[in-house]
């Protein structure tokens, strides 16, 4: 890894963003900073060959190139955004034009310590978004490399703030962090779904069942978010003595709900784990 690499400042009002890789993650990213206003769309690159893939983002104003490394030469931040399996055959190949770049990657289980080695230097930052980045409303956590300025943090902070909510924490955590918000959407749609089947159950029209499930998650998700409330106190207001919410409760109650919930962020927490040893 090259040594004494000075960070050189991004300039806030100027600087252009590139994404090598150029699938839905990618897009939902670029959409959210456009959207927000955040980047103006003239500043975003990326390459693709697929006609589907370059009018994607063509269609709101993100110049598509050819190749990866026109991408590199034309941008000050870069956002690998390519499978895990690939991200090192990308990054060595692109080795020569990263020396003065700010790097990013959301490349699952990638270590920064691999991708500072590839890149030649360590100014990168690893990023964990979710799929809900898609309608903007992403969970995302981000670890800063040896030569990651706060400033490069902040910068990247504003970028995936775009796309729902971002936070920082250490490295060693990310595993942790993939079992729960990684995995964790896909838990959520079970109980919407589950939920709508209980509805259907009870008599209700599906469509109707399937809307309120999920409008009912997406509610109380805000209440716990935005209201400042514990979860456990939002619950007790619900349920009131001898209700109908307190006799819901003692059913998820009696089949270990709580438990199997966090059995479930433990379980993908160690295959995480299992992937990262690989």
Same mark, same amino acid.
């Given at each position: 890894m090259a040594a004494g690499v000075v960070s050189v400042p991004i300039p806030n009002d100027t600087y252009n963003l590139g994404f090598i890789g150029a699938g839905k993650m990618a897009e939902s990213i670029a959409r959210g900073v456009v959207k927000s206003g955040v980047l103006p769309a003239s500043r975003i690159r990326t390459a693709h060959l697929g006609s589907a893939r370059r009018a994607a983002f063509e @269609?709101?104003?993100? /110049?598509?190139? !050819?190749? +990866? #490394?026109?991408v590199i030469e034309d941008c000050d931040v870069i956002i690998f955004s390519v499978k895990p399996q690939i991200v090192k055959e990308v990054v060595l190949q692109l080795k020569p034009l990263l020396s003065e770049k700010l790097l990013v990657s959301v490349a699952a289980g990638v270590k920064l310590i691999d991708l500072q080695d590839w890149a030649g230097h360590s100014r990168?930052?690893?990023? =964990?978004? +979710?799929?809900?980045? %898609? #309608?903007?409303?992403?969970? *995302?956590?981000? @670890?800063?490399?040896?030569? %990651?300025?706060? !400033? !490069?943090g902040e910068l990247i902070a504003r970028l995936f703030g775009a796309i729902g909510k971002i936070w920082k924490a250490d490295e060693k955590l990310f595993d942790a962090i993939t079992g729960l918000s990684g995995s964790g959407p896909a838990y959520i749609y079970l109980a919407i779904e589950a939920l709508a089947d209980g509805g259907v159950a009870a008599g209700l029209p599906r469509e109707l069942a399937l809307g309120l499930a999920s409008q009912t998650v997406l509610g109380a998700a805000s209440m716990v978010s935005k209201g400042g409330k514990h979860p456990g106190q939002l619950k007790d207001d619900v349920a009131s003595p001898g209700g109908t919410t307190i006799?819901?409760?003692?059913?998820?109650? /009696?089949?270990?709900?709580?438990? =199997?919930?966090?059995?479930?962020?433990?379980?993908?927490? /160690?295959? @995480?784990?299992?992937? *990262? /040893?690989?």
């Open positions: @269609s709101f104003g993100v /110049k598509v190139f !050819d190749r +990866n #490394v026109e990168f930052i690893r990023v =964990i978004p +979710n799929t809900p980045a %898609a #309608v903007g409303e992403a969970a *995302s956590v981000m @670890s800063l490399g040896a030569a %990651a300025t706060e !400033d !490069d006799a819901g409760i003692h059913e998820l109650e /009696k089949g270990g709900f709580r438990g =199997i919930l966090m059995n479930a962020v433990v379980a993908a927490t /160690k295959r @995480s784990q299992e992937f *990262s /040893k690989r």
